[in-house]
């Protein structure tokens, strides 16, 4: 395996080799888990990247005492944060670039129904996003686009970020060194990933009663 190839795989499994990094950068991997959370968060080009279950891992590591837990909640909440905020701002920029009344795929009336649904959906959209893998990398990017009012977007765009950041990464603090845990450490983050699509799934299938009933009461 080059080099390169290395690098690419640490990345892409930055969940897998933390306790290697830490062994090499020490509290400097402070810094690199600042920057992968940020981006996973904040660049719509990096869904990739590991979220859930890197916060799990540094969780788990933080609890054997190679990292202080309270500086990791603190940086790893502002990033996620952070990121989130880029994103909406980078998805505001863009979107009346983007969308015009003579294009053909980026119609100006997909703008305004994408501003719609945020007005109405946003709040939900935001919290519940920050749980759901790929999808919390877009949905700032589309709430930007969409306008969604800014103080309405931070404040949930904080709950969420906390909540997100609390759950996992306390998760793997508690939890992350118990015997059965840590004898199938790569089974309990693929559980992880795959908890963290229930949210979407509840609401898609709130959205199909919802409407199965309404064709109910209309016919």
């Known amino acids: 395996m080059s080099t390169f190839e290395k690098i690419i795989e640490v990345i892409f499994h930055l969940d897998k080799y933390l306790g290697l990094l830490i062994e ?3 509290v400097g991997v402070l810094i690199i888990l ?9 660049l719509v080009i990096t869904p990739f990247l590991p979220g859930d279950s890197l916060l799990f891992a540094a969780g788990t590591i ?11 909640f603190l940086i790893l909440s502002l990033a996620a944060i952070l990121g989130d905020s880029v994103n909406y701002r980078i998805g505001k920029s863009l979107g009346t670039k983007v969308f015009r009344e003579n294009s053909k795929y980026f119609r100006k009336e997909y703008l305004i129904k994408t501003e719609r649904f945020y007005e109405k959906y946003g709040p939900k ?8 893998p790929i999808i919390r990398t877009f949905a700032p990017f589309i709430a930007g686009i969409g306008r969604m009012n800014y103080l309405k977007f931070i404040i949930y765009n904080i709950i ?12 793997g603090y508690f939890f992350g060194n118990l015997p059965w845990v840590k004898e199938n450490f790569e089974l309990v ?14 609401e898609i ?10 064709n109910g009461e209309s016919s």
């Open 24 to 26: 090499k950068f020490g």
């Open 34 to 42: 600042f920057l992968v959370i940020f981006a996973e968060t904040g």
């Open 62 to 72: 933080a609890a054997q005492g190679n990292l202080q837990i309270m500086v990791l």
């Open 125 to 132: 959209t935001i919290i519940l996003a920050r749980f759901i």
């Open 160 to 171: 969420g970020g906390v909540s997100w950041v609390t759950i996992f990464l306390f998760g």
């Open 189 to 202: 983050l693929i559980t992880i990933i795959f908890y963290s699509f229930i949210p979407i799934i509840w």
């Open 205 to 214: 299938m709130k959205h199909n009663w919802k409407k199965r009933r309404n």
